[in-house]
Protein backbone atom coordinates (compact mmCIF):
# COMPACT_ATOMS: atom_id res chain seq x y z
CA UNK A 1 0.00 0.00 0.00
CA UNK A 2 1.44 3.17 -0.85
CA UNK A 3 2.77 5.49 2.35
CA UNK A 4 0.17 8.53 2.25
CA UNK A 5 -2.76 6.06 1.61
CA UNK A 6 -1.44 4.31 5.29
CA UNK A 7 -1.22 7.49 6.08
CA UNK A 8 -4.90 8.50 5.24
CA UNK A 9 -6.42 5.24 7.16
CA UNK A 10 -4.08 5.89 9.87
CA UNK A 11 -5.59 9.26 10.68
CA UNK A 12 -9.52 7.75 10.28
CA UNK A 13 -8.13 5.09 12.75
CA UNK A 14 -7.15 8.16 15.65
CA UNK A 15 -10.55 10.48 14.62
CA UNK A 16 -12.72 7.61 15.26
CA UNK A 17 -10.77 7.11 18.34
CA UNK A 18 -9.66 3.56 17.84
CA UNK A 19 -6.31 2.64 20.12
CA UNK A 20 -3.12 2.34 17.84
CA UNK A 21 -1.35 -1.02 18.81
CA UNK A 22 2.45 -1.89 18.47
CA UNK A 23 1.93 -3.73 15.47
CA UNK A 24 -0.18 -1.32 13.22
CA UNK A 25 1.26 0.87 10.94
CA UNK A 26 1.91 4.10 11.93
CA UNK A 27 3.73 7.32 10.73
CA UNK A 28 7.62 7.40 11.35
CA UNK A 29 7.27 10.92 13.11
CA UNK A 30 4.02 9.23 14.93
CA UNK A 31 6.68 6.91 16.53
CA UNK A 32 9.54 8.96 16.68
CA UNK A 33 7.17 11.33 18.81
CA UNK A 34 5.76 8.86 21.30
CA UNK A 35 9.32 7.56 21.82
CA UNK A 36 10.52 11.03 22.71
CA UNK A 37 7.06 11.61 24.83
CA UNK A 38 6.92 8.28 26.50
CA UNK A 39 10.83 8.00 27.71
CA UNK A 40 11.06 11.58 28.68
CA UNK A 41 7.86 11.28 31.22
CA UNK A 42 9.69 7.41 32.21
CA UNK A 43 12.48 9.21 33.36
CA UNK A 44 11.10 12.18 34.81
CA UNK A 45 9.53 9.14 37.25
CA UNK A 46 12.96 8.08 37.80
CA UNK A 47 14.20 11.00 38.62
CA UNK A 48 11.48 12.36 40.45
CA UNK A 49 12.06 9.55 42.67
CA UNK A 50 15.66 11.71 44.08
CA UNK A 51 14.07 14.75 45.17
CA UNK A 52 11.65 12.75 47.74
CA UNK A 53 14.26 9.99 48.27
CA UNK A 54 16.27 12.85 50.01
CA UNK A 55 13.68 12.79 53.26
CA UNK A 56 13.06 9.21 53.61
CA UNK A 57 15.46 9.01 56.76
CA UNK A 58 14.27 12.38 57.85
CA UNK A 59 10.67 11.67 57.88
CA UNK A 60 9.10 13.00 60.90
CA UNK A 61 7.64 9.96 62.05
CA UNK A 62 6.96 6.51 60.86
CA UNK A 63 3.83 7.14 59.83
CA UNK A 64 5.13 9.48 57.12
CA UNK A 65 8.48 7.61 56.43
CA UNK A 66 6.22 4.53 55.45
CA UNK A 67 3.81 6.63 53.28
CA UNK A 68 6.59 8.61 51.73
CA UNK A 69 8.31 4.87 50.68
CA UNK A 70 5.61 3.96 49.31
CA UNK A 71 5.17 6.93 46.94
CA UNK A 72 8.85 6.59 46.25
CA UNK A 73 8.60 2.77 45.13
CA UNK A 74 5.10 4.08 43.17
CA UNK A 75 7.17 6.17 41.09
CA UNK A 76 9.60 3.47 40.04
CA UNK A 77 6.83 1.50 39.00
CA UNK A 78 5.60 4.29 36.91
CA UNK A 79 9.16 4.78 35.35
CA UNK A 80 8.72 0.75 34.56
CA UNK A 81 5.53 0.99 32.92
CA UNK A 82 6.41 3.61 30.46
CA UNK A 83 9.58 1.81 29.96
CA UNK A 84 7.62 -1.13 28.94
CA UNK A 85 5.26 0.96 26.70
CA UNK A 86 8.10 2.61 25.05
CA UNK A 87 9.76 -0.94 24.06
CA UNK A 88 6.87 -1.37 22.39
CA UNK A 89 7.48 0.65 19.78
CA UNK A 90 10.91 -0.88 18.98
CA UNK A 91 13.63 1.01 21.23
CA UNK A 92 15.34 -1.38 23.79
CA UNK A 93 15.98 -0.48 27.25
CA UNK A 94 19.58 -0.18 26.86
CA UNK A 95 19.13 2.68 25.13
CA UNK A 96 16.43 4.46 26.67
CA UNK A 97 18.78 4.38 29.75
CA UNK A 98 21.72 5.09 27.98
CA UNK A 99 19.74 8.17 26.23
CA UNK A 100 18.80 9.22 30.06
CA UNK A 101 22.53 8.41 31.45
CA UNK A 102 24.08 10.59 28.65
CA UNK A 103 22.26 13.84 28.68
CA UNK A 104 20.64 13.32 25.58
CA UNK A 105 17.13 12.64 26.51
CA UNK A 106 15.00 15.04 28.84
CA UNK A 107 13.08 14.76 32.06
CA UNK A 108 10.72 16.96 33.21
CA UNK A 109 12.60 20.29 34.63
CA UNK A 110 10.62 20.12 38.18
CA UNK A 111 12.95 17.81 39.48
CA UNK A 112 15.87 20.14 39.09
CA UNK A 113 14.59 22.29 41.68
CA UNK A 114 16.11 21.14 45.58
CA UNK A 115 13.97 19.56 48.14
CA UNK A 116 15.44 21.64 51.41
CA UNK A 117 13.09 21.09 54.35
CA UNK A 118 9.93 19.12 55.03
CA UNK A 119 7.43 20.72 53.98
CA UNK A 120 9.13 20.30 50.49
CA UNK A 121 7.31 16.61 51.00
CA UNK A 122 4.15 18.48 51.22
CA UNK A 123 4.78 21.05 48.19
CA UNK A 124 5.85 18.14 46.03
CA UNK A 125 2.73 15.83 46.46
CA UNK A 126 0.60 18.38 46.35
CA UNK A 127 1.55 20.90 43.47
CA UNK A 128 3.98 18.58 41.76
CA UNK A 129 2.13 15.26 41.83
CA UNK A 130 -1.09 17.41 41.68
CA UNK A 131 0.06 19.27 38.28
CA UNK A 132 0.93 15.31 37.24
CA UNK A 133 -2.07 13.80 37.93
CA UNK A 134 -3.55 16.97 35.64
CA UNK A 135 -1.61 15.53 32.50
CA UNK A 136 -1.66 12.04 33.13
CA UNK A 137 -5.52 12.00 33.19
CA UNK A 138 -5.43 12.98 29.92
CA UNK A 139 -2.96 10.69 28.55
CA UNK A 140 -5.67 8.27 29.88
CA UNK A 141 -7.25 8.42 26.37
CA UNK A 142 -3.82 9.32 24.21
CA UNK A 143 -3.95 7.40 20.84
CA UNK A 144 -1.37 5.10 21.53
CA UNK A 145 -2.86 2.03 23.09
CA UNK A 146 0.63 0.84 25.45
CA UNK A 147 0.86 4.46 26.49
CA UNK A 148 -2.80 4.83 27.64
CA UNK A 149 -3.04 1.65 29.36
CA UNK A 150 -0.05 2.25 31.35
CA UNK A 151 -1.55 5.63 32.10
CA UNK A 152 -4.75 4.18 33.32
CA UNK A 153 -2.77 2.40 36.29
CA UNK A 154 -1.01 5.33 37.05
CA UNK A 155 -3.76 7.45 37.82
CA UNK A 156 -5.11 5.28 39.44
CA UNK A 157 -2.45 5.36 41.99
CA UNK A 158 -1.54 8.90 41.73
CA UNK A 159 -4.28 10.21 43.79
CA UNK A 160 -2.82 9.12 47.26
CA UNK A 161 0.47 10.36 46.48
CA UNK A 162 -1.33 13.95 45.99
CA UNK A 163 -3.87 13.47 49.27
CA UNK A 164 -0.09 12.63 51.31
CA UNK A 165 1.22 16.16 50.37
CA UNK A 166 -1.76 18.26 50.93
CA UNK A 167 -2.37 16.47 54.44
CA UNK A 168 1.47 17.37 55.23
CA UNK A 169 0.62 20.85 53.72
CA UNK A 170 -2.15 20.92 55.74
CA UNK A 171 -0.95 19.71 59.44
CA UNK A 172 1.97 22.22 59.20
CA UNK A 173 0.20 25.41 58.00
CA UNK A 174 -2.48 24.54 61.29
CA UNK A 175 0.48 23.80 63.59
CA UNK A 176 3.08 26.61 65.07
CA UNK A 177 3.98 30.28 63.49
CA UNK A 178 7.33 28.24 62.72
CA UNK A 179 5.43 25.05 60.74
CA UNK A 180 3.21 27.53 58.82
CA UNK A 181 5.92 29.65 57.37
CA UNK A 182 7.94 26.82 56.62
CA UNK A 183 4.31 25.96 54.55
CA UNK A 184 4.33 29.13 53.12
CA UNK A 185 8.19 29.07 51.86
CA UNK A 186 7.12 25.64 50.23
CA UNK A 187 4.78 27.04 48.53
CA UNK A 188 6.35 30.17 47.27
CA UNK A 189 9.16 28.54 45.98
CA UNK A 190 7.40 25.64 43.96
CA UNK A 191 4.10 27.64 42.83
CA UNK A 192 5.81 28.82 39.55
CA UNK A 193 7.68 25.69 38.62
CA UNK A 194 4.70 23.61 39.31
CA UNK A 195 3.04 25.63 36.97
CA UNK A 196 5.93 25.48 34.50
CA UNK A 197 5.44 21.75 34.46
CA UNK A 198 2.39 21.72 31.78
CA UNK A 199 5.79 23.37 29.39
CA UNK A 200 5.37 26.03 26.93
CA UNK A 201 2.39 28.40 26.27
CA UNK A 202 0.61 27.38 23.26
CA UNK A 203 1.34 30.01 20.76
CA UNK A 204 5.37 28.84 21.62
CA UNK A 205 4.81 25.05 21.52
CA UNK A 206 5.12 23.71 18.01
CA UNK A 207 4.54 20.62 18.32
CA UNK A 208 1.30 20.64 20.33
CA UNK A 209 -0.77 20.93 16.98
CA UNK A 210 0.70 17.84 15.42
CA UNK A 211 0.60 15.82 18.85
CA UNK A 212 -3.23 17.21 18.66
CA UNK A 213 -4.21 16.15 15.65
CA UNK A 214 -3.01 12.44 15.83
CA UNK A 215 -4.35 12.67 19.33
CA UNK A 216 -1.44 12.24 21.15
CA UNK A 217 -2.48 15.26 23.25
CA UNK A 218 -5.73 15.30 23.71
CA UNK A 219 -5.52 19.16 25.93
CA UNK A 220 -3.09 21.76 25.17
CA UNK A 221 -0.56 23.08 27.66
CA UNK A 222 -2.43 26.36 28.57
CA UNK A 223 -5.94 24.74 28.98
CA UNK A 224 -4.41 21.97 31.12
CA UNK A 225 -2.44 25.10 33.21
CA UNK A 226 -5.89 27.15 33.55
CA UNK A 227 -7.73 24.24 35.13
CA UNK A 228 -4.77 23.45 37.23
CA UNK A 229 -4.89 27.09 38.63
CA UNK A 230 -8.61 26.98 39.21
CA UNK A 231 -8.49 24.06 41.70
CA UNK A 232 -5.44 24.77 43.10
CA UNK A 233 -6.30 28.31 44.29
CA UNK A 234 -9.37 27.13 46.35
CA UNK A 235 -7.10 24.31 48.05
CA UNK A 236 -4.29 26.72 49.26
CA UNK A 237 -7.38 29.11 50.40
CA UNK A 238 -7.95 25.68 53.05
CA UNK A 239 -4.62 26.04 54.26
CA UNK A 240 -4.73 29.34 54.66
CA UNK A 241 -1.69 30.14 52.52
CA UNK A 242 -0.75 32.63 49.88
CA UNK A 243 -0.31 32.01 46.29
CA UNK A 244 2.97 33.88 45.53
CA UNK A 245 1.10 35.56 42.73
CA UNK A 246 -0.23 39.26 43.02
CA UNK A 247 -2.34 39.31 40.09
CA UNK A 248 -4.19 35.98 40.93
CA UNK A 249 -7.62 37.00 40.67
CA UNK A 250 -11.18 35.56 40.17
CA UNK A 251 -12.37 36.67 37.09
CA UNK A 252 -16.42 36.71 36.68
CA UNK A 253 -16.62 36.83 33.03
CA UNK A 254 -14.33 33.99 31.88
CA UNK A 255 -15.36 32.56 35.28
CA UNK A 256 -10.99 31.29 35.75
CA UNK A 257 -8.38 33.00 37.80
CA UNK A 258 -6.66 35.48 36.36
CA UNK A 259 -3.01 35.22 37.23
CA UNK A 260 0.52 36.22 36.57
CA UNK A 261 3.37 35.67 34.03
CA UNK A 262 5.59 32.72 33.86
CA UNK A 263 9.61 33.42 34.17
CA UNK A 264 10.13 31.57 30.36
CA UNK A 265 13.41 32.41 30.29
CA UNK A 266 13.98 30.12 34.35
CA UNK A 267 12.01 27.40 32.23
CA UNK A 268 14.44 27.34 29.48
CA UNK A 269 17.33 28.05 31.24
CA UNK A 270 16.61 24.64 33.86
CA UNK A 271 15.74 22.91 30.47
CA UNK A 272 19.31 24.10 28.97
CA UNK A 273 20.86 22.05 31.89
CA UNK A 274 21.41 25.13 34.34
CA UNK A 275 18.86 24.27 37.00
CA UNK A 276 19.97 24.33 40.73
CA UNK A 277 20.01 20.29 40.57
CA UNK A 278 20.62 19.15 37.01
CA UNK A 279 24.26 18.08 37.62
CA UNK A 280 23.25 16.59 40.71
CA UNK A 281 20.20 13.95 39.53
CA UNK A 282 22.35 13.20 36.56
CA UNK A 283 25.14 12.30 39.03
CA UNK A 284 23.22 10.08 41.00
CA UNK A 285 21.61 8.05 38.25
CA UNK A 286 24.88 7.56 36.46
CA UNK A 287 26.39 6.49 39.93
CA UNK A 288 23.10 4.17 41.13
CA UNK A 289 23.22 2.74 37.92
CA UNK A 290 27.27 1.82 37.58
CA UNK A 291 27.49 0.85 40.91
CA UNK A 292 24.96 -1.55 39.73
CA UNK A 293 26.37 -3.09 37.05
CA UNK A 294 28.37 -5.85 39.20
CA UNK A 295 24.79 -7.01 40.13
CA UNK A 296 23.26 -6.84 36.29
CA UNK A 297 26.31 -9.30 35.18
CA UNK A 298 26.44 -11.38 37.93
CA UNK A 299 22.36 -12.36 37.92
CA UNK A 300 22.91 -12.97 34.26
CA UNK A 301 25.93 -15.29 34.32
CA UNK A 302 23.57 -17.15 37.20
CA UNK A 303 20.88 -17.41 35.07
CA UNK A 304 22.86 -18.81 31.68
CA UNK A 305 24.90 -21.29 34.70
CA UNK A 306 21.35 -22.49 35.56
CA UNK A 307 20.00 -22.63 31.86
CA UNK A 308 23.08 -25.11 30.94
CA UNK A 309 22.89 -27.12 34.11
CA UNK A 310 19.66 -27.90 32.93
CA UNK A 311 19.96 -28.88 29.64
CA UNK A 312 23.05 -31.20 30.03
CA UNK B 1 28.14 0.88 29.35
CA UNK B 2 26.53 0.23 26.06
CA UNK B 3 28.08 -3.19 25.93
CA UNK B 4 26.89 -4.93 28.45
CA UNK B 5 24.40 -7.38 27.59
CA UNK B 6 20.66 -6.48 28.74
CA UNK B 7 18.39 -8.90 30.60
CA UNK B 8 16.24 -9.99 28.31
CA UNK B 9 12.22 -9.01 27.81
CA UNK B 10 9.66 -10.73 29.55
CA UNK B 11 5.91 -10.18 28.93
CA UNK B 12 4.22 -10.57 31.97
CA UNK B 13 0.06 -12.01 32.72
CA UNK B 14 -1.72 -11.42 35.69
CA UNK B 15 -4.82 -13.36 37.13
CA UNK B 16 -6.36 -10.87 39.52
CA UNK B 17 -8.76 -13.32 40.79
CA UNK B 18 -9.38 -16.97 41.10
CA UNK B 19 -11.55 -17.87 38.18
CA UNK B 20 -10.80 -15.27 36.22
CA UNK B 21 -8.68 -14.93 32.95
CA UNK B 22 -4.80 -14.13 33.00
CA UNK B 23 -4.60 -10.73 31.17
CA UNK B 24 -1.46 -9.27 30.09
CA UNK B 25 -0.22 -6.13 31.61
CA UNK B 26 3.09 -5.22 30.71
CA UNK B 27 6.65 -6.54 30.96
CA UNK B 28 9.78 -6.68 32.67
CA UNK B 29 13.08 -7.13 32.16
CA UNK B 30 14.93 -9.97 34.28
CA UNK B 31 17.57 -12.41 34.04
CA UNK B 32 15.85 -15.81 34.67
CA UNK B 33 11.83 -16.69 34.83
CA UNK B 34 12.11 -17.06 38.42
CA UNK B 35 13.19 -13.12 38.74
CA UNK B 36 10.79 -11.96 36.29
CA UNK B 37 7.98 -13.21 38.30
CA UNK B 38 9.52 -11.55 41.37
CA UNK B 39 10.22 -8.28 39.51
CA UNK B 40 6.35 -8.44 38.09
CA UNK B 41 5.18 -8.69 41.70
CA UNK B 42 6.79 -5.80 42.86
CA UNK B 43 6.19 -3.17 39.49
CA UNK B 44 2.30 -4.46 38.70
CA UNK B 45 0.86 -6.07 41.97
CA UNK B 46 1.82 -3.40 45.00
CA UNK B 47 -1.79 -3.17 45.79
CA UNK B 48 -3.09 -6.95 45.62
CA UNK B 49 -4.23 -6.56 42.03
CA UNK B 50 -2.76 -10.59 41.52
CA UNK B 51 -3.35 -13.74 42.49
CA UNK B 52 -1.05 -15.35 40.09
CA UNK B 53 1.14 -14.00 37.56
CA UNK B 54 2.59 -15.51 33.89
CA UNK B 55 6.12 -14.67 32.11
CA UNK B 56 6.55 -15.29 28.96
CA UNK B 57 9.87 -14.60 27.35
CA UNK B 58 9.02 -11.82 24.74
CA UNK B 59 10.77 -13.54 21.94
CA UNK B 60 8.62 -16.58 22.53
CA UNK B 61 5.28 -14.44 21.68
CA UNK B 62 3.97 -14.97 18.80
CA UNK B 63 0.86 -12.47 17.39
CA UNK B 64 -1.25 -12.09 13.87
CA UNK B 65 -0.20 -9.28 11.89
CA UNK B 66 -2.65 -6.44 11.81
CA UNK B 67 -2.24 -5.65 8.20
CA UNK B 68 -4.53 -8.84 6.86
CA UNK B 69 -6.47 -8.33 10.26
CA UNK B 70 -9.87 -7.89 7.72
CA UNK B 71 -8.63 -11.40 5.55
CA UNK B 72 -7.56 -13.14 8.63
CA UNK B 73 -10.32 -12.95 10.53
CA UNK B 74 -12.63 -12.97 7.90
CA UNK B 75 -14.09 -16.52 8.01
CA UNK B 76 -15.79 -15.68 10.73
CA UNK B 77 -17.51 -13.00 8.85
CA UNK B 78 -20.61 -14.35 7.17
CA UNK B 79 -21.56 -17.15 9.56
CA UNK B 80 -24.62 -15.96 11.46
CA UNK B 81 -25.55 -19.30 12.15
CA UNK B 82 -22.88 -19.73 14.88
CA UNK B 83 -25.17 -16.93 16.91
CA UNK B 84 -28.17 -18.50 18.55
CA UNK B 85 -29.87 -15.13 17.72
CA UNK B 86 -30.17 -16.92 13.64
CA UNK B 87 -32.62 -19.42 14.99
CA UNK B 88 -36.38 -19.05 14.88
CA UNK B 89 -38.05 -19.74 18.05
CA UNK B 90 -42.14 -20.68 18.88
CA UNK B 91 -43.57 -18.05 21.23
CA UNK B 92 -44.83 -20.72 22.88
CA UNK B 93 -41.61 -22.85 23.68
CA UNK B 94 -39.96 -21.51 27.58
CA UNK B 95 -35.98 -21.63 28.89
CA UNK B 96 -34.77 -21.71 25.28
FE1 LIG C 1 4.24 9.02 39.07
FE1 LIG D 1 3.27 10.50 41.88
Known sequence: MMESNQETLFQQKVDAEQKIEPKDWMPAEYRKNLIRQISQHGHSEIVGMLPEGNWITRAPSLRRKTVLLAKVQDEAGHGLYLYSAAETLGIGRDELVDQLLSGKAKYSSIFNYPTITWADMGAVGWLVDGAAIMNQVMLCRTSYGPYARAMVRICKEESFHQRQGYEIMNVLSHGSPEQKAMAQDALDRWWWPSLMMFGPSDKDSPHSVQSMKWKIKRQSNDELRQIFIDRTVQQAEVLGLKIPDPKLKWNEGTQHYDWGEIDWAEFFDVIKGNGPCNKERLTARQKAHADGAWVREAALAYAEKKAKKKAA | ?96
Open chain 2, 1 to 96: MSNEKDWPLWEIFIQSKRGLDHKHVGSVHAADAQMAIENARDVYTRRNEGNSIWAVLAENLHASKPEDQGAFFDPADDKVYRHPTFYVMPKEAKYI
